[in-house]
């Protein structure tokens, strides 16, 4: 079992660049999960899908972020344009039960 | 809403020794699911141990077990003959059984396990 897979691991990007963030869940798995940690605002959960299909945005940001999920095994999350407080640590987690499984997460920084 | 509180910012513990980790949480839900998750230096996310609220019996995970005091709404982890290799951030998480199985965190507690 690989793991939730992640990538990239690091993204330095400038203000105002498109970011996009991948995520690959664990097989079989139904429900996947973006969150993002800060020190701040510690872990936020930002969006998840069942079975491919979004149930909760809410906690994206702004409609600078926007998270797509085409097949089961893949999910992306997008930010257009960027801006320095998106950096962060970006954890993807899928499910099948009810315990969630953690990628190693993207830490994210725009300069 | 719920909410997850955990009063302990960092905590430090000597190797072999035995360390408890606060945790409680407001919820008016009566199902539901708490986690003790763990992030070492390298920043993965691990889960640690998972109580049902239905069960009244403790998980215990190895030297990682629970203390669920369901109407006190509390959850302490305790770790047993504590190692160098415990050190990290905990979090204490709590998921309603039938919204959707989103986590909500504590803050965190940062701990020093010191040889």
């Known amino acids: 079992d690989a793991g939730v897979i992640q990538s990239p691991r690091h993204e330095v990007t400038e203000m105002g660049q498109e970011v996009t963030l991948r995520c690959k869940p664990i097989s079989g798995h139904n429900s996947l999960f973006w969150y993002r940690q800060t020190m701040m605002r510690g872990l936020e959960l930002l969006i998840y899908f069942n079975n491919n299909v979004p149930i909760d945005d809410s906690g994206m940001p702004e409609d600078r972020f926007s998270a797509k999920m085409p097949n089961a095994s893949f999910s992306t999350l997008k930010i257009q344009p960027s801006e320095p407080r998106d950096s962060a640590v970006y954890f993807c987690?899928?499910?099948?039960?009810?315990?969630?499984?953690f990628g190693p997460g993207t830490r994210l920084t725009v300069t | 809403a719920q909410t997850v509180t955990q009063s302990q910012p960092e905590m430090s513990v000597q190797e072999a020794e035995t360390v408890t980790l606060s945790c409680t949480y407001d919820t008016s839900e009566n199902n539901y699911y708490l986690f003790w998750y763990k992030q070492p230096p390298s920043r993965q996310m691990i889960l640690v141990i998972r109580?049902?609220?239905?069960?009244?019996q403790n998980a215990t995970e190895n030297r990682f077990s629970v203390n669920f005091q369901k109407a006190a709404k509390s959850f302490s982890l305790k770790i047993s003959d504590s190692q160098l290799g415990d050190t990290a951030m905990y979090f204490c998480a709590f998921m309603r059984s039938n919204a959707g199985n989103m986590l909500t965190f504590g803050g965190g507690t940062r701990l020093m396990v010191k040889p």
């Open positions: 987690a899928s499910r099948r039960t009810n315990e969630q499984y």
């Open positions: 109580q049902e609220a239905y069960k009244q």
